[in-house]
Structure formats: C-alpha cells, structure tokens
C-alpha cells in the first residue's frame, strides 16, 4: 500500500512564502491531493495534480511533483493567518492514504 | 449542494448507549465513508459504501455498525463503546471509488465523547 511521509510543522511570518513538502511510495497513486483542515473542522480539498503532470499552479497555490523522486510539494505564496490550519498530503490509487499531516503556524 | 451533512456535531455517550452518527450528501456521489481521527492525527478510514454496498471495512469492532439506507445517506450504529472511541468522526462521499473518481468532499464532522 501507500505510504505518505510529511513534516510535521512549520512556522512562518504573514507574508512569506510557505513550503510544505511530502514523499510517498506508491507510483501508481494517479492522483496526488492536498487537504486543509482548520481546528475543529472536516477537511477541505484545496488542490490536486494529476500523476502526468509537474506543476499546478492555483491562484496563491503551487503544486509540484517530482515522479522520479516521489516528492510533492504545495507553495503558498503571501502567506495569511488564516492559511494557518493542518495540510495533508494523499496519495493512493482507488484508496487514499493520508500523511501524518504538517501544522502549519502563521504569525503577524 | 455541494455539501456534506453530519448530525449531530457533538454527542456524549455511556459504555452502555446505543447512538448513531448520521450523514447526508446530495451531489449524487455514489461512494460514502467513514473516518476516525484522533487529536492531532490523520483521519483513519473505517468503511467505505460503493453504490449502497459495503466494499471495505478496515477491521473495525463490531461496536461500530455501519448502514447505507440510500445513495444520499450513511449512518453509523454505536453501542457498548469504549473511552478510547472518543474522536472526530468524519464522513466523506466521492463520486466513484476509482482513480480520479475518487476526490473526497468530507463533513464538518461529529465529535464523539464516550464517558
């Protein structure tokens, strides 16, 4: 099955630039996503790349995958407090797996 | 509507209740889920409906027994739980269990605390 690996925290001012980055195992997973979920709240999907691709990019949302590598990475560029939530990485083909999941602290 | 609908958002139980957990979409999706997450976790799939049939269970006591009335609903029956049940359940539907199909929309959640 699917193995998901992320950071687990990361700390930034308002403004910046976020980098959040997640490896995984499985070459067949078709689709990559990444979920937002806010304290106390369900999971939003806020993008996805499909396998055959390298780059999305999605108003302040980058996304890019390394195939050879088995990396993904979500930018957020300009950075806001409200950004601040836990990112999940999935990955999988029919099932998803979830990565541990990076908490993401934005400061004034 | 592009929603996922869970009631109740927050429920209390003893070891010896019996409660359910009710979920509604109606956006046509003919896959729905259930997940577990603990605090500061990630979400744990538990079930997952296929056109009303139950396709996975991911070895979850019987305590928790899942029903599928319709394509629109998803409930999960519980009794004689545990304190170490207590977490955020979360249902989920997608349009389909394949590749690509299955992009999941999930609810807001209901919050379990079992005393």
């Known amino acids: 099955g699917e193995d998901v690996e992320q950071s687990l925290f990361l700390s930034v001012r308002e403004g910046d630039s976020s980098v959040i980055n997640c490896t995984y195992t499985?070459?067949?997973?078709?689709?990559l996503y990444w979920y937002k979920q806010e304290p106390g709240a369900g999971l939003q999907l806020l993008t996805y790349i499909f396998s055959n691709m390298d780059m999305k990019q999605d108003q302040r949302l980058t996304v890019l995958l390394n195939k050879k590598d088995k990396h993904l990475s979500l930018r957020i560029a300009d950075t806001q407090t409200g950004d601040s939530a836990i990112y999940f990485c999935?990955?999988?083909?029919?099932?998803?797996?979830f990565g541990k999941g990076t908490m993401l602290l934005v400061s004034p | 509507d592009t929603e996922v609908t869970q009631t109740p958002k927050h429920l209390v139980m003893g070891m010896t209740n019996k409660k359910s957990l009710k979920c509604e979409q109606h956006m046509g999706h003919r896959a729905m889920y259930w997940y577990k997450q603990k605090a500061k976790k990630p979400p744990e799939l538990m079930f997952v409906?296929?056109?009303?049939?139950?396709?996975i269970n991911e070895s979850v006591p019987s305590r928790f027994s899942p029903e599928c009335p319709n394509s629109s609903l998803l409930n999960l029956h519980l009794h004689a739980l545990q304190p170490e049940d207590s977490a955020l359940y979360l249902c989920a539907s997608s349009q389909g269990t394949g590749a690509g199909a299955n992009v999941l929309t999930f609810g807001a959640g209901s919050r379990l605390t079992v005393l």
């Open positions: 409906y296929s056109y009303e049939k139950l396709s």
């Open positions: 999935v990955g999988g083909y029919s099932t998803l797996t």
């Open positions: 499985d070459s067949s997973s078709t689709y």
